[in-house]
């Protein structure tokens, strides 16, 4: 059983950072794509970032400058790290990995509130 697990989400001030990570389990070989999507309250899932498995990026228009994904030096993890965050980005992170299926975590809540 393929999982993949969200973690560093949490509340942080309008114009701070935050840095998100995702770790897959259950799977040998290795993730042709894994990215981050987020879905905020009464609105669709949206694509946040992509990264191939030869470190191709891709970004969303609305945080493109200012999130950065990453892969990590384990196999099939990756991060996401954010900068000057706005309330705007509040939403639920989930990672997600094709191989060629789509597997995804089951997200993590980012606040950004003063």
């Known amino acids: 059983q393929v999982q993949l697990v969200e973690s560093g989400g949490g509340l942080v001030q309008p114009g701070g950072s935050l840095r998100l990570s995702c770790a897959a389990s259950g799977i040998l070989g290795r993730f042709y794509v894994m990215g981050w999507h987020r879905q905020a309250p009464g609105k669709q899932r949206e694509l946040v970032a992509t990264i191939t498995s030869g470190d191709i990026t891709n970004y969303g228009e609305s945080v493109k400058g200012r999130f950065t994904i990453s892969r990590g030096d384990v196999r099939n993890t990756v991060y996401l790290q954010m900068n000057n965050l706005s309330p705007e980005d509040t939403a639920v992170y989930y990672c997600?990995?094709?191989?060629?299926?789509?597997?995804w975590g089951q997200g993590t809540q980012v606040t950004v509130s003063s």
């Open positions: 997600n990995g094709r191989d060629p299926h789509d597997y």
